[in-house]
């Protein structure tokens, strides 16, 4: 299998043969890892950087009265471990959620990528920056919205994040995360997830299979979220010319 970093920045851009070779180059090293492994810990001096290569992947903070919120959750084709660029410790831990594959490698490739590559650098910046403004909509949700509609919200997120891999329609998801891993996410308790979970059920929008989740109607779903899908579409106008 080729770069899943490439499959996923191609979603928006055409790359070239030499942009493909240049990824290539950062997952030619595995690593395999269970089910709540832990990547990176809170303040760690980690040093690498990771692509994601499947599985599924969080990262959380530890709040002063020992609750935990997860910031983000991590899909096949992700770059982890951006965030601690800017700083000489992480900001947060990375935990494994399912079974996962990802391939480590230095800042020193991604420097090398971003100074012989620089279309390469910027579409990764932009993606970047996507997903910062995703991350901004869903804070907002949960500081503003119902229960319901950040359960709903949160789950249009993940649909539409693993879309772009999928290269297709995508309305049934297999999903690794407990109730709890839900509510950390969105400031919620598990029982308050799985009353809103039933709800979302009982009033069509969504089909619950163990955990397996299937959009009904996906529309109304998103209505009710106020969800904007910020993963779909980016404008690559401004980027410079590949080399």
Same mark, same amino acid.
């Given at each position: 299998?080729?770069?899943?970093? =490439?499959?996923?920045?191609?979603?928006?851009?055409?790359?070239?043969?030499?942009?493909?070779?240049?990824?290539?180059?950062?997952?030619?090293?595995?690593?395999?890892?269970?089910?709540?492994?832990?990547? !990176?810990?809170?303040? %760690?001096?980690?040093?690498?950087?990771?692509?994601?290569?499947?599985?599924? /992947?969080?990262?959380?903070?530890?709040?002063?009265?020992?609750? !935990?919120?997860?910031?983000?959750?991590?899909?096949?084709?992700?770059?982890?471990?951006?965030?601690?660029?800017?700083?000489?410790?992480?900001?947060?831990?990375?935990?494994?959620?399912?079974?996962? #594959?990802?391939?480590?490698?230095?800042?020193?490739? /991604?420097?090398?990528?971003?100074?012989?590559?620089?279309?390469? =650098?910027?579409?990764?910046?932009?993606?970047?920056?996507?997903?910062?403004?995703?991350?901004?909509?869903?804070?907002?949700?949960?500081?503003?919205?119902?229960?319901?509609?950040?359960?709903?919200?949160?789950?249009?997120?993940?649909?539409?994040?693993?879309?772009?891999?999928?290269?297709?329609? /995508?309305?049934?998801?297999?999903?690794?995360? #407990?109730?709890?891993?839900?509510?950390?996410?969105?400031?919620?308790?598990?029982?308050?997830?799985?009353?809103?979970?039933?709800?979302?059920?009982?009033?069509?929008?969504?089909?619950?299979?163990?955990?397996?989740?299937?959009?009904?109607?996906?529309? !109304?779903?998103?209505?009710?979220?106020?969800?904007?899908?910020?993963?779909?579409?980016? %404008? #690559?106008?401004?980027?410079?010319?590949?080399?």
């Amino acid at each position: 299998m080729g770069s899943c970093l =490439a499959e996923r920045l191609s979603h928006y851009l055409d790359l070239t043969d030499n942009e493909h070779a240049a990824l290539d180059e950062i997952e030619v090293q595995e690593r395999e890892c269970k089910r709540g492994t832990i990547i !990176r810990r809170e303040q %760690d001096r980690g040093r690498e950087l990771f692509v994601l290569r499947s599985g599924w /992947l969080q990262s959380h903070v530890v709040l002063g009265d020992g609750s !935990r919120q997860i910031m983000r959750f991590f899909f096949p084709g992700d770059i982890i471990g951006l965030s601690s660029l800017a700083l000489d410790h992480s900001p947060e831990t990375i935990v494994t959620v399912s079974d996962a #594959t990802i391939a480590p490698f230095n800042r020193q490739k /991604l420097c090398d990528i971003f100074e012989s590559h620089p279309r390469l =650098a910027a579409l990764i910046f932009t993606v970047t920056m996507a997903e910062r403004v995703a991350m901004a909509d869903r804070l907002a949700s949960i500081g503003r919205t119902s229960a319901r509609a950040r359960v709903a919200s949160i789950l249009c997120e993940i649909f539409a994040r693993n879309r772009v891999m999928l290269k297709g329609e /995508l309305s049934e998801l297999q999903l690794p995360l #407990t109730q709890e891993d839900l509510g950390d996410a969105t400031g919620l308790t598990a029982v308050h997830v799985n009353r809103m979970m039933r709800g979302l059920v009982d009033d069509g929008l969504i089909a619950r299979s163990g955990n397996k989740v299937g959009l009904i109607d996906e529309g !109304r779903l998103a209505a009710e979220a106020n969800f904007i899908d910020r993963y779909a579409k980016i %404008d #690559t106008s401004w980027l410079p010319p590949a080399r």
